[in-house]
């Protein structure tokens, strides 16, 4: 182990760093304003998208005991897994695709973590203060003014951690229900635990934790370094232009204090100030940087009131910094870009053209076959029927696949929506017709109120081969 990865601490060694606490200064300018939108508008979207209805039902709904995600109006069940797999695959290759040309901007401005932060540190900040009244309490003995400001905090990130974890549930138990069973407090042990377990999680990482979270737990930052290239955007600072770095006199010109080799960086520390990583980003790229351009708007509204050009920090890449230019359309890009749409397009025509039946053949296993009264091979079979539209529907049942096959059992069987039925079936067959053992057969069903909603499923049909005049 490397000297520098242990700390000393008092009398004795320890193999962690103590925690620097942390407390960003609020910051203004257009990063942060697009920063603030993208929070309002994520967790605008959370809070509100469980309330919402489409035909009459919660339009986002994850029916686990029922085992069916509703999504606007479309019905996934188990079966439809594929479409799991495919959104799993679209969310990586965003993830490749936005990473390679603009860096951590996911981290910066959409990571829940992030957004979440905002809204504790605004929460903060609002019984607190800024930076410097925080600092000042932080240090100041516990007296009556302390305890109530901590207890008001905390009063208010409990209530909003509350809120989130009963929203959280409110996608996997109808909402409405569940703000039913909140007047009585008569929830059932299930949505206890979570809503407890969202609600201490969301306390936990984005009230206490905060950026331990980016630094120590997020694998994301581990290995996001593996797809930046020289010409990923990052946030960086200018260092030619602003080293050596050093407080002057805001009324020097700039010969004036670069007489002095005095570069633009007056040493005012507001990047790091603002940082909620703690970091200076003046130190070089480094991977507890989450993008989210703070330093940006704080660097700018300095070099703005000095009188200097702004961007001395600003979204750049080593290619770029070197003198090149920025690129984004590359090979890389260009080839994650066009993946990227191909599989969403898929992934649309799929959802688009997926039809909303299911049929299941289960064979009897008991009998092989038997022979009815007039000497026909007879085979049973159990016909499962999934109808996952949100509209009832009849469908025709009829059997094919091989000369003189009869079809006994219902001709029509009706469901009602999201719903199953088992319908028992039998098929008969002359045995003289038989060619082998094994014969291939089909299952058809078909809507009689929507013809475009129709399925076929093979099957086997299984008896012994005779002949003629034996
Ligand atoms: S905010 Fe700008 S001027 Fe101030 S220390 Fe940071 S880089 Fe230097
Ligand atoms: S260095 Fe700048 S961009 Fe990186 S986390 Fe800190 S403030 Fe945000």
Redesign the pocket.
Known sequence: MSDENVYVVGDETSLYQKRQKIFPKIVSGKFNNFRVLSAWLLLGLYYLMPWVTWNGQQAILFDLPARKFQIFGLTFWPQDFIFLTMLLIIAALALFFFTAVAGRLWCGYACPQTVWTEAFLWMERLVEGDRNKQIKLDKAPWSFRKVRLRFTKHVLWILFALFTGYTFVGYFTPIRELTESLWTLSFSGWEWFWILFYSFATWGNAGMLREQVCIYMCPYARFQSSMFDKDTLIIA?DEKR?EK?GARKKSLSKEEYQSEGLGD????????HVCPTGIDI?DGLQYECIACAA?ID??DD??EKMGYEKN??RYTSENHDAGGELNPFRPKTIGYGLILMLMAAIFVLSVWMRTPLELDIIKDRNRLYLTNSEGFIVNIYKLRVLNKDQSEHTYKISVSGYDGIEYEGPQQVTLSPESTKEVPVRVAIDPYLLKSTSMDIEFQLESIDDKSIEVTQPASFIGPVQRRGR
């Open positions: 600072y602003g770095r960086c007056i040493d005012c520390m507001q990047c790091v003046r330093c704080a660097c300095v070099m001395l920090i």
